[in-house]
């Protein structure tokens, strides 16, 4: 038996955690999980405190049973002196991703696993933290997680196990609000905007989109993360798209949820919400928040190619190891570099020490094309916003300002 320390006591504890957090919601039993995508990955996120609890969890000889990705961590660990993060960051980051690593995880470092082989097959149970990476497993994946914390991602990846409660179960994934979107979406600005409308209303419930056709993997994964910053979506479905768009036309026949429309002057506001920033200048320019798709890589490298950032204004296209890998093999790499911008791996300016960079580097100003990093920016990173598309993202690093 797990819980009564015949594995050992890391396995008890985890067992513990698990079961109580079973019977806070009413589990019936546990279940097996596939993989893991660990939330508290960020120094910054787990503090001290959850450093040592990683690190005394190691010490105690626990391994992981299931496949577990890290998610983004606090540095990028190649970059970080250049991005001006300090020493004792960067030395617990190495602390914490070593315990993770001990324990078997594999040190992705990204909040998209499922673009670097973490993908899940329909209706596998799996334990995943990070709220845009559940809303892709959830929604887009049809596999099913909660909202995973630190301490229960950590027990399930050394048991193998979870609790049976929430987006596990069929009763808890159909729609509780129906939106009629009647304007065209261009691109994932526009998704981004969606999603931040919309999750401000659906809170933690389930939306069901119906007028959204063909959209691209980096337009429903900003959907999702924007839903997911706003409110605490955990799932949607979008009619004719999404694996389970079928089943929750039929819930939402014979539930028949709140509806709502979005058109084009809800975007707008959605738009004017976002873009926070009162002065024109940019000091940051942040592209990919969720990390970038090699696609987005390349179409930035494309529109910063014969160009240069202006001085004084500092510009992270941020992605995972894997993609910047790739990135290097196509020169995607050295030209971005070439245009005076980084690759900046591993890490986001929302698990980076933000507060700390911004006030060492001098910025005040971030734009960017990610309605989730706009939402969190002045909270989180202190830094006010300006929200637009990618191509007026490059723009305002080239010139060094904001143009509406
Ligand atoms: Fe990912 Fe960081 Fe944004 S974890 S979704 S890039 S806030």
């Given at each position: 038996?797990?819980?009564?320390?015949?594995?050992?006591?890391?396995?008890?504890?985890?067992?513990?955690?698990?079961?109580?957090?079973?019977?806070?919601?009413?589990?019936?039993?546990?279940?097996?999980?596939?993989?893991?995508?660990?939330?508290?990955?960020?120094?910054?996120?787990?503090?001290?405190?959850?450093?040592?609890?990683?690190?005394?969890?190691?010490?105690?000889?626990?391994?992981?049973?299931?496949?577990?990705?890290?998610n983004?961590?606090a540095?990028?660990?190649?970059?970080?002196?250049?991005?001006?993060?300090?020493?004792?960051?960067?030395?617990?980051?190495?602390?914490?991703?070593?315990a993770?690593?001990?324990?078997?995880?594999?040190?992705?470092?990204?909040?998209?696993?499922?673009?670097?082989?973490?993908?899940?097959?329909?209706?596998?149970?799996?334990?995943?933290?990070?709220?845009?990476?559940?809303?892709?497993?959830?929604?887009?994946?049809?596999?099913?997680?909660?909202r995973?914390?630190?301490?229960?991602?950590?027990?399930?990846?050394?048991?193998?196990?979870?609790?049976?409660?929430?987006?596990?179960?069929?009763?808890?994934?159909?729609?509780?609000?129906?939106?009629?979107?009647?304007?065209?979406?261009?691109g994932?600005?526009?998704?981004?905007?969606?999603?931040?409308?919309?999750g401000?209303?659906?809170?933690d419930?389930?939306?069901?989109?119906?007028?959204?056709?063909?959209?691209?993997?980096?337009?429903?994964?900003?959907?999702?993360?924007?839903?997911?910053?706003?409110?605490?979506?955990?799932?949607?479905?979008?009619?004719?798209?999404?694996?389970?768009?079928?089943?929750?036309?039929?819930?939402?026949?014979?539930?028949?949820?709140?509806?709502?429309d979005?058109?084009?002057?809800?975007?707008?506001?959605?738009?004017?919400?976002?873009?926070?920033?009162?002065?024109?200048?940019?000091?940051?320019?942040?592209?990919?928040?969720?990390?970038?798709?090699?696609?987005?890589?390349?179409?930035?490298?494309?529109?910063?190619?014969?160009?240069?950032?202006?001085q004084?204004?500092?510009?992270?296209?941020?992605?995972?190891?894997?993609?910047?890998?790739?990135?290097?093999?196509?020169?995607?790499?050295?030209?971005?570099?070439?245009?005076?911008?980084?690759?900046?791996?591993?890490?986001?300016?929302?698990?980076?020490?933000?507060?700390?960079?911004?006030?060492?580097?001098?910025?005040?100003?971030?734009?960017?094309?990610s309605?989730?990093?706009?939402?969190?920016?002045?909270?989180?990173?202190?830094?006010?916003?300006?929200?637009?598309?990618?191509?007026?993202?490059?723009?305002?690093?080239?010139?060094?300002?904001?143009?509406?």
């Open positions: 038996m797990m819980a009564d320390g015949e594995h050992g006591p890391a396995v008890e504890s985890a067992m513990k955690i698990l079961v109580a957090l079973g019977g806070i919601f009413e589990a019936e039993k546990l279940v097996d999980v596939t993989s893991v995508h660990m939330p508290g990955s960020s120094v910054v996120v787990s503090g001290d405190a959850g450093l040592q609890f990683v690190e005394d969890t190691w010490q105690a000889d626990a391994t992981f049973k299931v496949p577990t990705t890290l983004t961590g540095i990028d660990f190649e970059l970080w002196r250049t991005l001006g993060i300090s020493e004792s960051i960067a030395d617990k980051q190495h602390r914490l991703t070593r993770y690593e001990g324990m078997g995880a594999i040190s992705l470092h990204s909040c998209c696993p499922y673009l670097s082989g973490n993908i899940p097959r329909a209706s596998e149970q799996v334990a995943w933290g990070e709220s845009s990476a559940v809303a892709y497993a959830n929604s887009v994946l049809s596999a099913r997680t909660n995973e914390g630190g301490p229960a991602a950590l027990a399930s990846a050394i048991t193998g196990k979870a609790p049976l409660y929430g987006y596990r179960l069929d009763e808890n994934r159909g729609s509780t609000l129906v939106v009629r979107v009647d304007t065209e979406l261009a994932i600005t526009d998704y981004g905007a969606l999603g931040y409308h919309v401000r209303i659906a809170g419930g389930v939306p069901f989109f119906a007028g959204i056709s063909s959209p691209t993997t980096d337009e429903l994964k900003m959907l999702g993360a924007a839903l997911a910053s706003s409110g605490a979506v955990a799932l949607f479905h979008i009619e004719h798209v999404t694996p389970e768009s079928e089943w929750a036309s039929v819930f939402v026949e014979s539930n028949k949820p709140e509806e709502i979005v058109g084009q002057g809800e975007l707008r506001d959605a738009y004017s919400l976002l873009c926070k920033a009162k002065e024109t200048s940019v000091d940051l320019v942040c592209i990919g928040c969720p990390h970038c798709s090699i696609q987005e890589v390349a179409e930035v490298a494309g529109l910063l190619k014969g160009k240069r950032v202006r004084n204004t500092a510009f992270w296209v941020c992605t995972s190891a894997p993609v910047k890998t790739l990135a290097d093999r196509l020169g995607l790499t050295k030209t971005i570099n070439d245009a005076g911008a980084l690759i900046v791996r591993d890490t986001c300016p929302v698990l980076a020490p933000m507060k700390d960079i911004a006030s060492k580097m001098n910025y005040r100003t971030v734009a960017t094309n309605a989730k990093l706009a939402n969190y920016a002045p909270g989180q990173c202190n830094l006010m916003p300006h929200y637009g598309d990618l191509k007026q993202c490059v723009n305002s690093a080239i010139e060094g300002k904001w143009a509406p």
